[in-house]
C-alpha cells in the first residue's frame, strides 16, 4: 500500500483500475447523457433528395436569361412538402413549391414567394429573377451515405438523438451506466426522515455520494446507514460488492477507534492501492479493488466521513473513474484560469480544493472568491460553491491577485 502521495498519483492508481463496463442496446430516445459505444453511420444521405430551402416557385433559369423584369410565367401545378412533384417544369411554366418539398425536374432554382404576385388565373409575376440554383438544397448536401456522423465514445446529446432519428437508429449502442454502492459508516448516523437522537446527525454522504453518482452518469443504489459494528460492515459490504462496480464508503477511514473500515476490507481480502493523499480536504482517502463472487474487480473508495471532504474526493477520484467506467474519452473536467479576488491560505505540502464562487468581472474576466470557512466539517461552503479552486502543492498563501485554477463544479 502507497501512503501520502500526491493527487496526481492518486488519480492515475484509480484510472488505472477503472474499466469500461460493457455496452448495452437500448432505445435511441432514452440515450440523452450516455455514451455511444458504437459510430453512427450514415445508411443514406441527407437530405435524402434535392428540395427546396424556401416557400416560393420552382422555375427554370432559362426562362429569365435576357428578359426584361418583371416577367410573367403561369403556375402549372403545385408540390407541398412530403409529396411527390407529378412532373417535371416544363419551359415557360413555374410549379409552387414548399419548403422541404422535393424540387421537380427540370427546375434550377426556386424564387422565394415574397418576390412574387399571382393572380386569380394563375400566373405569377417575378419581380426578380433567382440566381442559378438559388434557394435548391441537393440530396447529401448535409450528411453523405457511408459517412461516420457521431464516431464512438461521444456523449450523446439532444442532436446526436435528432440525428440518430434522421438517420433511422432505432436502437443505439451505449456504454453500461456502472452501478454505485454509497455506504455510510458510523454509529451517529440516521436516515433523514429521523429524529437524531443524542449524539446522533443525519447522514448526509449517503444521499450526496448517491446524487453525485447519478449525476457522473451512474446508476446509485439506495444508500446504506451502517453502524460502527464489525459483522454489520462485513455484511454490508459483502452484499454491496454483488450489486454494484464501485463501492463509495464513507466514514471509519481515520485513526478512531471505531474507525475499522480499513480493517474490514483488508480482511475481505482487499489490499489497498493507497491510503492518505496530500491533500485538503480529504486526506486520509482511501482505495483499493476488490473481486466479486463472479471474479469481477470492484472499484472502492474508502472516502472520509466529513462531508466536505467525501463530496470533494468523489470528484476528484470517482467522478473520473465513473467517467472511463462509462466510456467517455474525456474523464477529467476541464480547468480554467481565474484570478483571486481575496487572498486564501494554503500550505505548500498539500494540494487544497476550496470551495469558490467563480464570477466574471465586468471586463468580463473570469475572478474567483472563497465561499467563506473552508473546515472539512463546514458544509455550507460546499452548498454554496460553483467551483473548486486548486492550489497545488508548491503553492503557499496565495495573494488576492493572484491566478489560479477553478473547475466548475455545475452543468
Ligand atoms: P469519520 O471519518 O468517521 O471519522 O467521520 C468524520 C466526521 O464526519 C465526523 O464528524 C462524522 O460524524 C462525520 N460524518 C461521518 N459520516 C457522515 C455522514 N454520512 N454524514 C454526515 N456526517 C458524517
Ligand atoms: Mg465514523
Redesign the pocket.
Known amino acids: 500500500m502507497k501512503k501520502n502521495i500526491s493527487v496526481e498519483e492518486a488519480r492515475e492508481i484509480v484510472l488505472a483500475e477503472a474499466a469500461p463496463t460493457g455496452t448495452e442496446k437500448i432505445p435511441f430516445d432514452e440515450a440523452a447523457g450516455r455514451t455511444l459505444a458504437a459510430p453512427i453511420t450514415s445508411r443514406e444521405d441527407i437530405p435524402p433528395f434535392r428540395n427546396s430551402a424556401r416557400d416560393g416557385f420552382a422555375v427554370r433559369r432559362a426562362d429569365f436569361e435576357g428578359e426584361e423584369l418583371p416577367i410573367t410565367l403561369p403556375r402549372a401545378f403545385e408540390v407541398p412538402a412530403g409529396h411527390a412533384p407529378e412532373r417535371a417544369v416544363e419551359p415557360g411554366t413555374v410549379a409552387q413549391i414548399m419548403t422541404g418539398a422535393p424540387v421537380p425536374d427540370g427546375a434550377d432554382a426556386v424564387a422565394p414567394i415574397e418576390w412574387t404576385k399571382m393572380d386569380e388565373n394563375g400566373k405569377v409575376r417575378f419581380e426578380r429573377a433567382p440566381e442559378p440554383h438559388a434557394n435548391v438544397r441537393e440530396a447529401g448536401e448535409d450528411v453523405r451515405e457511408g459517412q461516420t456522423m457521431v464516431e464512438a465514445g461521444t456523449l450523446v446529446t439532444p442532436p446526436v438523438v435528432g440525428m440518430a432519428a434522421s438517420l433511422g437508429y432505432p436502437e443505439l449502442e451505449v456504454a453500461c451506466r456502472p452501478r454505485v454502492a454509497p455506504l455510510?459508516?458510523?454509529d451517529?448516523?440516521v436516515p433523514v426522515h429521523a429524529q437524531p437522537g443524542p449524539g446522533q446527525?443525519?447522514?448526509?454522504?449517503?444521499p450526496a455520494l448517491a446524487a453525485q453518482a447519478r449525476h457522473a452518469g451512474a446508476r446509485a443504489l439506495a444508500p446504506l446507514?451502517i453502524a460502527d459494528e464489525r459483522a454489520a460492515v462485513r455484511r454490508h459490504f459483502r452484499d454491496a460488492l454483488d450489486e454494484a462496480d464501485v463501492l463509495l464508503i464513507?466514514?471509519?477511514?481515520?485513526m478512531?477507534e471505531?474507525?475499522f473500515v480499513r480493517d474490514v476490507v483488508e480482511e475481505m481480502g482487499m489490499e489497498w492501492c493507497f491510503w492518505k493523499v496530500r491533500q485538503r480536504p480529504g486526506r486520509?482517502l482511501g482505495f483499493g479493488t476488490l473481486e466479486d463472487e463472479s471474479g469481477s474487480d470492484t472499484l472502492v473508495f474508502g472516502l472520509?466521513?466529513?462531508?466536505v471532504?467525501?463530496a470533494v474526493c468523489f470528484e476528484q477520484y470517482a467522478r473520473p473513474a465513473l467517467a472511463k467506467m462509462r466510456g467517455r474519452r474525456r474523464v477529467q473536467r476541464p480547468l480554467h484560469a481565474a484570478t483571486l479576488t481575496e487572498a486564501m491560505r494554503s500550505r505548500a505540502d498539500l494540494h487544497y480544493f476550496a470551495r469558490g464562487i467563480a464570477e466574471l468581472d465586468e471586463e468580463g474576466r473570469l475572478t474567483v472568491r472563497s465561499t467563506g470557512a473552508q473546515g472539512s466539517?463546514v458544509y455550507s461552503s460546499m452548498t454554496a460553491a460553483n467551483c473548486l479552486i486548486h492550489l497545488p502543492e508548491g503553492l503557499e498563501d496565495p495573494a488576492a491577485g493572484r491566478r489560479v485554477q477553478v473547475e466548475w463544479l455545475e452543468g
Open positions: 455510510s459508516t458510523g451517529e448516523l446527525i443525519r447522514d448526509a454522504n449517503g446507514a464513507s466514514g471509519g477511514m481515520s478512531g471505531y474507525d486520509p472520509p466521513g466529513n462531508p471532504s467525501s466539517h
